[in-house]
């Protein structure tokens, strides 16, 4: 039977990352997938989680026992707060449902199947509608659990920031209890975010239409370097009253990539049986965390809840985050700087615009395929790069290259 199965194409992302490494030029650039690194191109362990690490390897009751289907509690009820803000109502409330799960895509994936599942509004759609363009992942990892998918508009082309108009419109058209996926913060690939304003309407619509919010947020402390800030939206629709779930990874902001340290939330609206409703739905998220991953693994979330819950490390890990969102703010000044004194053709702007990791370049696919075959610079095909992959040596080199390809 398995004579059947055809060929899949290699993941776009993850085979920019192996071409990089296998590439030998002493010139190459890796601006492609969202991984912080320092001015020497190196991936950055923050001081906070060695100190973590050093903590927790020197507990004698360090073991590697299972932990509880859902997770470490210290760390799910600290990253609750981290994103609710820790006078939240709906915790005060026990309207939440916190789940460890495998970083960002497990959360995502764990929300998803949820839906799939238990998302039964009489008449409503079930399509989980995602920005144009997002982040590769949510199109399969939504279609992988059964759901239709949809696009509203985003990105404008023409000024290189939000079609908040076009978004609108489109959220105003989809049917009612449709599932919209918003990105919190420092919107991948994009960069572009809404304004507290913006989010008000947006969030006014989808009130309106009685849509589903569905937020991913990867990159808590990236957008603005404020913890809090970057949390602005997810509060506001909580203000306003929305039942709603959160997909939150702690990859980048802690740099524990490869750790898959994660969670997810259901936030029940407020009313006089939500407590009731987060406890029914809890338990059905267990099951299918059993299911899945049984138990979700223990070292990554050691780490972070070892400094989210201790004040001096809190503050350092405050610090460390500053240290990378303010390194990636120094490369987007340098680089736009470079190529207005160069004169690149177009408009550059938005390049320091656009925040968080990553930066919506305008490039063509022509002009991405032109960098890597004859610069060895790695970027991904829709003109989006790593911000963290620009550095004081290699910024000048990638600004004429930029030039270069743009003039042909
Ligand atoms: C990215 O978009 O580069 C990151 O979110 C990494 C990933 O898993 O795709």
């Not at 009612?176 to 919190?184: E, K, N, R, V």
């Not at 990859?251 to 009731?276: D, I, M, Q, W």
Request: with cysteine.
């Amino acid at each position: 039977p398995a004579d059947a199965v055809p060929q899949a194409p290699e993941d776009a992302l993850f085979g920019l990352m192996r071409a990089y490494r296998a590439d030998e030029s002493p010139d190459k650039v890796d601006l492609g997938i969202g991984a912080y690194r320092d001015d020497n191109a190196k991936p950055w362990v923050l001081p906070v989680v060695k100190k973590a690490d050093e903590i927790l390897r020197n507990d004698p009751e360090l073991n590697h026992e299972y932990l509880p289907i859902a997770g470490l509690a210290s760390f799910t009820s600290r990253a609750s707060e981290l994103l609710l803000g820790p006078s939240s109502p709906a915790l005060a409330e026990k309207r939440v449902a916190s789940v460890q799960t495998i970083s960002g895509t497990g959360a995502c994936h764990l929300g998803g199947l949820f839906l799939s599942k238990f998302y039964k509004v009489a008449g409503a759609s079930r399509t989980v509608y995602l920005s144009n363009p997002t982040w590769a992942n949510h199109n399969q990892i939504f279609t992988n659990v059964g759901l239709p998918i949809a696009q509203y508009p985003y990105f404008d082309k023409k000024t290189k920031g939000l079609d908040i108009e076009g978004m609108k419109r489109a959220l105003a058209d989809a049917p009612d209890h449709s599932i919209i996926l918003l990105h919190a913060c420092a919107h991948n690939p994009t960069g572009v975010d809404p304004t507290l304003a913006q989010w008000r309407e947006i969030a006014d619509v989808m009130a309106a239409k009685k849509h589903f919010p569905f937020f991913d947020c990867a990159y808590q402390g990236f957008a603005s370097g404020d913890l809090d800030r970057d949390a602005g939206a997810i509060r506001l629709f909580l203000e306003l009253g929305f039942e709603l779930v959160i997909a939150q990874s702690f990859a980048k902001n802690f740099g524990l990539y490869g750790e898959r340290a994660g969670c997810f939330h259901f936030v029940a609206s407020p009313s006089s049986n939500a407590t009731e409703i987060t406890t029914r739905v809890a338990s059905q998220l267990a099951i299918l965390q059993r299911s899945e991953i049984s138990n979700p693994p223990i070292y990554g979330a050691k780490i972070a809840s070892t400094v989210l819950n201790d004040k001096a490390l809190f503050a350092e890990w405050k610090e460390n985050l500053l240290t990378m969102s303010g390194r990636i703010i120094a490369m987007r000044k340098a680089l736009r700087a470079k190529l207005e004194e160069l004169g690149t053709p177009g408009t550059w702007n938005h390049i320091t615009d656009q925040i968080g990791m990553f930066s919506f370049t305008g490039l063509t696919e022509a002009q991405v395929l032109k960098l890597r075959s004859e610069f060895h610079i790695y970027m991904t095909k829709n003109g989006r790069i790593s911000m963290a992959g620009l550095n004081t040596k290699n910024v000048d080199y990638f600004a004429r290259a930029v030039d270069k390809v743009v003039r042909e």
